[in-house]
Structures are given as structure tokens and as C-alpha cells.
């Protein structure tokens, strides 16, 4: 599993904007569905996640409401706002320009 170091910065964000892009989560679905969608390799701690899920609310990406879970328990789940949409429009576009330049270099032949 990967450690938050291991992922270039800023990654987190987009991942779980895209995440909530499919349904609105609480926290731990959120932990989960990224194990799940990654077939465990990419895991992110509580110290992580709470802190990235708070700083996506503040900017406005996501918002939060207090709802039952499937256990029947209090949790607050996030659902992206249309800004966040567009906000993931452009982390996407980005990540993808990105990536393709990593992968070019990588590909490259050895002498």
C-alpha cells in the first residue's frame, strides 16, 4: 500500500474529489472505496484524509451533511459541489499532462 509521501502532490485531493464524483461518502467509504477502486495500493490514513476532506470543505469543493450510515450510525458525508466538478475538470487535465510527460521519460531507452 502507498504511503501519502509516495504520491505526488496534491494527488489526494483529486482522488477523492473524483471519489465523491461517483456518490456522496462518509469518510471511511471514502478510505474504503479508494482501497477497493486501487485494489489495495493506495490507502490513506485518517490523519490524511480528515484533514484533506476538511480542506476541500473550506475551499468549497465539497460539502458536508450529518446523515445515518449503513450501521445506523452518525457520520458526516461529503458530496462534491459544481465547483468541485470543475475543480476535478482541472486536477484531471492536469494529472493527465502530467503523467503522460512522467511516462515519456520512463520509457525511455537505456544506452
Known amino acids: 500500500m ?3 509521501s509516495d504520491l505526488v502532490q496534491g494527488t489526494l485531493d483529486m482522488l477523492i474529489l473524483k471519489i465523491l464524483a461517483l456518490e456522496p461518502l ?4 471514502i478510505s474504503q472505496r ?5 485494489s489495495d495500493v ?3 490514513s485518517d ?3 480528515y484533514p484533506a476532506l476538511h480542506k476541500l470543505e473550506y475551499q468549497g469543493w ?3 451533511q ?4 449503513e450501521n445506523n450510525r452518525r457520520a458526516k458525508f461529503y458530496s462534491l459541489t459544481l465547483l468541485g466538478r470543475k475543480q476535478l475538470e482541472k486536477e484531471t487535465a492536469n494529472w493527465n499532462r502530467v ?3 512522467i511516462s515519456s521519460i520512463v520509457k525511455l531507452k537505456e544506452a
Not at 462518509?26 to 467509504?29: F, I
Not at 450529518?66 to 450510515?69: E, L, P, T, Y
Open 26 to 29: 462518509n469518510g471511511w467509504a
Open 99 to 101: 503523467s503522460a510527460a
Open 62 to 64: 465539497i460539502r458536508a
Open 66 to 69: 450529518w446523515k445515518a450510515s
Open 42 to 44: 493506495l490507502g490513506v
Open 34 to 38: 479508494m482501497k477497493q477502486i486501487s
Open 2 to 4: 502507498s504511503k501519502p
Open 47 to 49: 490523519g490524511s484524509l
